[in-house]
Nanobody
Framework: QVQLVESGGGLVQAGGSLRLSCAAS????????MGWLRQAPGKERESVAA????????YYADSVKGRFTISRDNAKNTVYLQMNSLKPEDTAVYYC??????????????WGQGTQVTVSS
């Protein structure tokens, strides 16, 4: 079992930055692919970034490539999403997820409760 708790969301102006954190409990955190997904009102949940268990592979949706960076610290059981040059269309609830998956996917096993990110124009 893995429990995930996101933090770091909030309100930011367009062009600004936020750093999301996801703290995981469970001794197997370091064996899972971790991902960040988001869901805007009226839209499907989309995968925006993922990182392999060893950090050797990272994946980004085209919409965030070059602006967002995913990283993890297995010693701290934490995964991060650094979001720069934020746009109003990045407004969504952001979810952290864990699973034995590859690449950008929604098929994760464990999910956090989500954190709201709002980008004002």
């Amino acid at each position: 079992q893995v429990q995930l708790v996101e933090s770091g969301g909030g309100l930011v102006q367009a062009g600004g930055s936020l750093r999301l954190s996801c703290a995981a409990s469970g001794r197997t955190f370091s064996t899972y692919t971790m991902g960040w997904l988001r869901q805007a009102p009226g839209k499907e949940r989309e995968s925006v970034a993922a990182i392999s268990w060893s950090s050797s592979s990272t994946y980004y949706a085209d919409s965030v490539k070059g602006r967002f960076t995913i990283s993890r610290d297995n010693a701290k059981n934490t995964v991060y999403l650094q979001m720069n040059s934020l746009k109003p269309e990045d407004t969504a609830v952001y979810y952290c997820a864990a699973g034995r998956v590859l690449g950008l996917t929604r098929d994760y096993t464990y999910w956090g409760q989500g954190t709201q990110v709002t980008v004002s124009s």
